[in-house]
T-cell receptor, first 115, second 113 residues
Framework: DVKVTQSSRYLVKRTGEKVFLECVQDMDHENMFWYRQDPGLGLRLIYFSYDVKMKEKGDIPEGYSVSREKKERFSLILESASTNQTSMYLC??????????????FGDGTRLSIL | DQQVKQNSPSLSVQEGRISILNCDYTNSMFDYFLWYKKYPAEGPTFLISISSIKDKNEDGRFTVFLNKSAKHLSLHIVPSQPGDSAVYFCAASGGGSNYKLTFGKGTLLTVNP
């Protein structure tokens, strides 16, 4: 079974802090993703990485950055946390390549509160 | 611009009956569709998928139907069980990107014993 592990289930930070959310997958997947989930808005893609050191902006990248130095680890960084970044953050990974459906596998999420 | 729409925020059915969850999309370039199930305090789990070259895919109690001309897909759960109570997300890929999934907002299914 694919295991996607997010370092924290719950996190409370202060406005203006730099926040790091960590995600590790154990299946040697090429692609990794960061989403946020908000009530009534579903899952929205923040950033994704299709390979080590490669990244692309998703639909809502403003206020975030990412780092992927190793294949198994994908970090989401809130440069200067704001209250509107209070949300559930979900990491996912999947096998790379195209031509067939490759589902994304999700971690259990980090509920981040910015005070 | 919402490209994947789940117009029913919630659905309630009796145990043993059929649950039908609906999803509409606007981007004709989408070529793969997936359903995910999400319990509270857990991440979404992959349920079933379908390619645009098919109109039906079945896996046990779960069947997904795709109507490309109507840009509509549906997930049928038969028979429904209380453990199926969760939020169900429809997602689509393709449309110019081989990596991204575009998700709907989800439908909360409640199966009553």
């Amino acid at each position: 079974d694919v295991k996607v592990t997010q370092s924290s289930r719950y996190l409370v930070k202060r406005t203006g802090e730099k926040v790091f959310l960590e995600c590790v997958q154990d299946m040697d997947h090429e692609n990794m993703f960061w989403y946020r989930q908000d009530p009534g808005l579903g899952l929205r893609l923040i950033y994704f990485s299709y390979d080590v050191k490669m990244k692309e902006k998703g639909d809502i990248p403003e206020g975030y950055s990412v780092s992927r130095e190793k294949k198994e680890r994908f970090s989401l960084i809130l440069e200067s946390a704001s209250t509107n970044q209070t949300s559930m953050y979900l990491c996912a990974s999947r096998v790379g390549g195209t031509g067939q459906i490759q589902p994304q596998h999700f971690g259990d999420g980090t509920r981040l509160s910015i005070l | 611009d919402q490209q994947v729409k789940q117009n029913s925020p919630s659905l309630s059915v009796q145990e043993g009956r059929i649950s039908i969850l609906n999803c509409d999309y606007t981007n004709s370039m989408f070529d793969y569709f997936l359903w995910y199930k999400k319990y509270p305090a857990e991440g979404p789990t992959f349920l079933i998928s379908i390619s645009s070259i098919k109109d039906k895919n079945e896996d046990g109690r779960f069947t997904v139907f795709l109507n490309k001309s109507a840009k509509h897909l549906s997930l049928h759960i038969v028979p429904s069980q209380p453990g199926d109570s969760a939020v169900y997300f429809c997602a689509a890929s393709g449309g110019g990107s081989n990596y991204k999934l575009t998700f709907g907002k989800g439908t909360l299914l409640t199966v009553n014993p």
